[in-house]
Antibody, heavy 119, light 107 residues
């Protein structure tokens, strides 16, 4: 079964750093892109960026460029999303999803990681 | 960025009804348009990709159409489990932008 397993919920203070993860299984991890999507409380979906684990090729949405870092460790079939200094406005649910480059769609999603940033 | 506008933002319907949700792109996205369903507290689920291709395992009462800038998602014979929020998503040009969502509620 193709799965993306995301790391658990996080509660952090403003200014702290954070790295969340998304581990793929049931398929060849390096053959598919991984996308990250944000959903702030009660709001819609926002596309953050995408990475190709085979070579680390990454594209960010301008809205998130410089605010987060997307990376991947193909040796452990895992993609990461990280912040160096969290803000309260980073409070959201973060989803990773497998992105098929052929028809360009996200066919398998992780369950999401809730990030709460509060003093 | 390409702006995606869905209409309506919300609608009420009954079990057995047929509903249509539209999505308009601010510029041509060819057929790089996907539809997702999100139930409360759950991750989004792919319904339709490439404007009209039904994702494996998705019931045939879901269908998509359109090309260019105007797209529709149609759900025929609504079932109780269909009530959710639906999003269109263009993947023609980065950043790949979503519509604002359409909330489908039970009448």
């Amino acid at each position: 079964e193709v799965q993306l397993v995301q790391s658990g919920a996080e509660v952090k203070k403003p200014g702290e750093s954070l790295k969340i993860s998304c581990q793929g299984s049931g398929y060849t991890f390096t053959r598919y892109w991984i996308a990250w999507v944000r959903q702030m409380p009660g709001k819609g979906l926002e596309w953050m960026g995408i990475i190709y684990p085979a070579d680390g090729d990454t594209t960010y949405s301008p809205s998130f460029q410089g605010l987060v870092t997307i990376s991947a460790d193909k040796s452990i079939n895992t993609a990461h999303l990280q912040w160096s200094s969290l803000k309260a406005s980073d409070t959201a649910m973060y989803y990773c999803a497998r992105f098929l480059g052929t028809d360009r769609h996200m066919d398998v999603w992780g369950k999401g990681t809730t990030v709460t940033v509060s003093s | 960025d390409i702006q995606m506008t869905q209409s309506p933002s919300s609608l009420s319907a009954s079990v057995g009804d047929r509903v249509t949700i539209t999505c308009r792109a601010s510029e041509n996205v060819n057929n790089y348009l996907n539809w997702y369903q999100q139930r409360p507290g759950k991750a989004p689920k792919l319904l339709i990709y490439a404007a009209s291709s039904l994702q494996s395992g998705v019931p045939s009462r879901f269908s998509g159409s359109g090309s260019g800038t105007d797209f529709t998602l149609t759900i025929s014979d609504l079932q109780p489990e269909d009530f959710a929020i639906f999003y269109c998503h263009q993947t023609h040009t980065t950043p790949y932008t979503f519509g604002q969502g359409t909330k489908l509620e039970i009448k």
